[in-house]
């Protein structure tokens, strides 16, 4: 059986979790403190970084590289279209949501909020939250955008870019950190994605100290 390395609250971790569970492929989840930089971890991994995903005595690491690896062995159902067009898209966006939303966004609202306190690394900074704050609002217009135009964010299929996207945005939903009033196209759509087989297990995560917001579990919210 496959072994993940993760933590409840990454959405680098989630996105593999999703592409695993929609792929039905069975996995043992495996929490790991990577902050403590153990040696174990780093031989593991030596860039101290999660996930990691055991498999066939291979460590693998990066979460796109991961899911796409997922996806040529485990084509269906498929996350990523056939076309070059297609799949440009969707790396487009995974890119936007991993590089982008997470500067701007995840990492100034989690890590600040909820990072810092489990890692033992002071107070959050109130200047980077506000930021986080105010930028979010800029990636639901995006989302809302892209919606207005497709059926799901990388065209009329649900693929991994949807995936990448509600990774971050359910870890800032579990914070509640995400004004669904805003952007009613986005909420439906992420109402999609949470009605899920693959997101239930992400519903039931729980980190000690942190409890979820009360709607985080709701399909109907």
Known sequence: MLRLFHVPLSPFCRKVRLTLAEKRVEVELVEERYWEASADFLRRNPA??????????????ESQAICEY???????????????????????????????????????LLYERVNKKLMGKGYPDSQKIKTG???????????????EHRRWLAGNEMTLADFAAAAHRSCLDYISDVD???????????????????????????VPGFPPARHYADLDF
């Open 133 to 147: 704050a105010q930028r979010i609002k800029f990636h639901l217009d995006y989302l809302g955008w892209l919606l």
């Open 48 to 61: 101290g970084k999660v996930p990691v995903l055991r498999h066939e005595g291979r460590m693998l690491s």
């Open 70 to 108: 997922l996806e040529e062995l485990h084509p269906s159902p498929p996350l990523m279209p056939r076309d070059a067009a297609g799949r440009y898209e969707v790396r487009r966006l995974c890119a936007w949501f991993d590089d982008k939303f997470h500067a701007e966004v995840t990492a100034n």
């Open 180 to 206: 669904w009033d805003r952007a009613p196209g986005v909420r439906d759509w992420y109402a999609k994605i949470k009605s899920r087989p693959a997101f239930r297990p992400l519903l039931a995560d729980q």
